[in-house]
């Protein structure tokens, strides 16, 4: 079992910066890929970005790459969601994820409670 809490929300302006952070508490984190979602009301959940276990490999959204950068601190067990030059269309839900798929091909899925980021003037 893995537990994710989310920090870091609220209104902010067009052109803007927030960082978000994931805090995960758990056994074997290491094993577990930590990502991002987004998600705004009557639409599917867009994946975002995602970090591996090391920190060392990430993967960005073609929709963010440049915008957005993912980072993990794994003595921490934080992932960081570096968002800048935010836009209203940034509006959404954030859920952070961790992610795990063991030698036996099963794959282990938590989320976080999710919390709002709105970019309006």
């Known amino acids: 079992q893995v537990q994710l809490v989310e920090s870091g929300v609220g209104l902010l302006q067009p052109g803007g910066s927030v960082r978000l952070s994931c805090q995960a508490s758990?056994?074997?984190?290491?094993?577990?890929?930590l990502g991002w979602f987004r998600q705004a009301p009557g639409k599917d959940r867009e994946f975002v970005a995602v970090?591996?276990?090391?920190?060392?490999?990430?993967v960005v959204a073609d929709s963010v790459k440049g915008l957005f950068t993912v980072s993990r601190h794994t003595t921490k067990n934080t992932v960081y969601l570096q968002m800048n030059t935010l836009k209203p269309e940034d509006t959404d839900v954030y859920c952070c994820?961790?992610?795990?798929?063991?030698?036996?091909?099963?794959?282990?899925?938590?989320w976080g409670q999710g919390n709002q980021v709105t970019v309006s003037s």
């Open positions: 994820e961790a992610r795990h798929r063991d030698s036996s091909n099963n794959e282990y899925k938590f």
């Open positions: 758990g056994r074997a984190l290491i094993n577990y890929a």
């Open positions: 970090v591996d276990g090391s920190g060392k490999n990430t």
